[in-house]
Nanobody, 121 residues
Framework: QVQLVESGGGLAQPGGSLRLSCVAS????????KTWARQVPGKGPEWVSG????????YYTGATKGRFTITRDNAKNTVYLEMNSLKPEDTGLYYC??????????????WGKGTLVTISS
């Protein structure tokens, strides 16, 4: 059974940093691309960042590029999201997702339950 479990969320001040982790199980972690997305109440999910299975390709939105860094450790079945220079608009429920192939252009078939990030002074 595929499981994705996020952690690392919490309260941070504007300008601060957080590091999110997503530990996966139930499949061969290194064979699939991963994505971080977020959702704010009342809005649809927003894609934050993605990483291919071989780490060669990463993707960021205009809102996160230069501030967020996605990495993965295939030996630990874990994908990370390092978030710096946080802004109040980064507040949301962050969750990771598994793609159906090695590339971030493919669809996603599994999601975690998320970890809540709140940016406030």
């Amino acid at each position: 059974q595929v499981q994705l479990v996020e952690s690392g969320g919490g309260l941070a001040q504007p300008g601060g940093s957080l590091r999110l982790s997503c530990v996966a199980s139930g499949f061969t972690f290194g064979n699939y691309a991963k994505t971080w997305a977020r959702q704010v109440p009342g809005k649809g999910p927003e894609w934050v960042s993605g990483i291919s299975s071989d780490v060669r390709v990463t993707y960021y939105t205009g809102a996160t590029k230069g501030r967020f860094t996605i990495t993965r450790d295939n030996a630990k079945n874990t994908v990370y999201l390092e978030m710096n220079s946080l802004k109040p608009e980064d507040t949301g429920l962050y969750y990771c997702a598994k793609h159906i192939t090695t590339t971030i252009a493919s669809g996603m078939d599994s999601w975690g339950k998320g970890t809540l990030v709140t940016i406030s002074s």
